[in-house]
């Protein structure tokens, strides 16, 4: 069935430099992977997301690539700030299908 | 305008209780989407409806679930003879088109006894 995996699980930085989280899905019907912010106790907010026809996307400090042949899309944060420490999410679906599947999940600490 | 909202926000059943989770989708959205966010894992679906029609349910874990979203707007999660393994969050989320920006409730967080 349809999978999306999510590495790491867990990511400690310190304030400054780059975060990167990477996933892979196996649905090659995918074309649309959102990237989601879930702090301690709150719901998930899509912080970027990216379409098939594009490789790379980018919105400040966050971006977003995305290899359709390796089934791979990655998200980078830059100039990491203790407020990014969150809970990350990646997830796939395509145009027609109804699932969205989630990832694991990666818990990113920014230490001051 | 309002986000999504779900209620209640806690629900503590004994085991073996029936259970009604309500969710309130932000105005005009089309599809709404449920899911169950075990501790430390990602949502994981459960079953999609645009408008009033359930179109995927393929996440239910058993046929004790059931949800229903009867005039395309609010829409409630059923769990019958709740067992403990139901214990985790149930996530509401809305949007224009099943792969659009999806707006998350905050959830009900059930557990059983």
């Known amino acids: 069935g349809e999978n999306v995996e999510q590495h790491p699980s867990t990511l400690s930085v310190q304030e400054g430099d780059s975060a990167v989280i990477k996933c892979t899905y196996s649905d090659s019907a995918s074309n649309y992977f959102p990237w989601y912010k879930q702090e301690l106790g709150k719901r998930p907010q899509l912080i970027i997301d990216?379409?098939?026809?594009?490789g790379e996307k980018k919105d400040q400090r966050i971006a977003v690539t995305l290899n359709k042949t390796a089934k791979h899309f990655s998200l980078h944060i830059t100039e990491t700030q203790p407020e990014d420490s969150a809970v990350y999410f990646c997830a796939a679906s395509y145009t027609g299908g109804f699932k969205t599947i989630f990832g694991a999940g990666t818990r990113l600490f920014v230490k001051a | 305008g309002a986000g999504v909202s779900q209620s209640p926000r806690y629900k503590v059943a004994k085991r073996g209780q029936d259970v009604a989770l309500r969710c309130d989708p932000i105005?005009?959205?089309?599809?709404l989407f449920w899911y169950q966010q075990a501790l430390g894992q990602g949502p994981e679906f459960l079953t999609y409806f645009q408008n009033e029609a359930q179109l995927d349910k393929s996440g239910l874990p058993s046929d004790r679930f059931f949800a229903e979203r009867p005039e395309g707007s609010v829409s409630t999660l059923k769990i019958q003879r709740t067992q403990q393994e139901d214990s985790a969050v149930y996530l509401c989320?809305?949007?224009?088109?099943?792969?659009?920006?999806?707006?998350f409730g905050p959830g009900t967080r059930l557990t059983v006894l």
């Open positions: 989320a809305s949007s224009w088109m099943n792969t659009d920006t999806q707006y």
């Open positions: 105005s005009g959205h089309v599809s």
């Open positions: 990216i379409r098939s026809n594009v």
